[in-house]
Nanobody, 122 residues
Framework: QVQLVESGGGLVQAGGSLRLSCAAS????????MGWFRQTPGKAREFVAA???????HYADPVKGRFTISRDNAENTLYLQMNSLKPEDTAVYYC????????????????WGQGTQVTVSS
């Protein structure tokens, strides 16, 4: 079992930055690929970024060049640095852990956090 807790969300103006964190506990964090997803009301959960246990990364096209995913295996923490934020980035952001590799497929993630709200004002 892996427990995930996100933090760092909030309200920011367009063009601003936020850094999300995801603290993991339970089974060995470094054994899992990790991902960030986001969701807005009435829409499916959307892939944002993923990172393998050896820090290979994969990004969704809308966030490439603006967001950076990283992990600190010693601290059992996942990060998402979000720069040049846009109103369309407004969503609840979720971190997730996968035993099946770093993937953009929602169904391949085994554990999820409770989410943190990010609101970008125009």
């Amino acid at each position: 079992q892996v427990q995930l807790v996100e933090s760092g969300g909030g309200l920011v103006q367009a063009g601003g930055s936020l850094r999300l964190s995801c603290a993991a506990s339970g089974r060995t964090f470094s054994r899992y690929a990790m991902g960030w997803f986001r969701q807005t009301p009435g829409k499916a959960r959307e892939f944002v970024a993923a990172i393998s246990w050896i820090a290979e990364t994969h990004y969704a096209d809308p966030v490439k060049g603006r967001f950076t995913i990283s992990r600190d295996n010693a601290e059992n923490t996942l990060y998402l640095q979000m720069n040049s934020l846009k109103p369309e980035d407004t969503a609840v952001y979720y971190c997730a852990a996968s035993s099946k590799g770093y993937t953009d497929t929602y169904a391949l993630y085994d554990y999820w956090g409770q989410g943190t709200q990010v609101t970008v004002s125009s």
